[in-house]
């Protein structure tokens, strides 16, 4: 099991920017290259929703409410991917999750808190 390893989050005011982080470290480059990396979002009492993911190729997807704000990346070398937020909204208040899906099996980090006040 190779865990994953979120960094970026905090407060940020409205109109801001953050971005986050999630590195993969010690996966092997061709597992990693091949995954679909994603970024979900979760508030207390809500279910957990997706935010963005990007699959082996490059293609991207992104939930409803952060097209156009939100840029979802992947570096292979670093076995990193990260998530640009731009112009955030007190609703985008939520802890953020990574994930990497390969092969039918999902992972998980812990989850980064972003907080964006008004």
């Known amino acids: 099991q190779v865990s994953l390893v979120e960094s970026g989050g905090g407060t940020v005011q409205a109109g801001g920017s953050l971005k986050l982080s999630c590195r993969v470290p010690?996966?092997?480059?061709?597992?990693?290259?091949?995954?679909?990396m994603a970024w979900y979002r979760q508030t207390p009492g809500k279910q957990r929703e997706l935010v963005a993911s990007?699959?082996?190729?490059?293609?991207?997807n992104y939930g409803d409410s952060v097209k156009g704000r939100f840029t979802i990346s992947k570096d292979n070398n670093r076995r990193s991917v990260y998530l640009q937020m731009n112009d955030l909204k007190p609703e985008d208040t939520a802890v953020y999750y990574c994930?990497?899906?390969?092969?039918?099996?999902?992972?998980w980090g812990p989850g980064t808190q972003v907080t964006v006040s008004s």
């Open positions: 990007i699959i082996s190729g490059g293609s991207t």
């Open positions: 010690g996966i092997i480059l061709s597992v990693f290259w091949e995954s679909t």
């Open positions: 994930s990497r899906t390969n092969r039918g099996q999902d992972y």
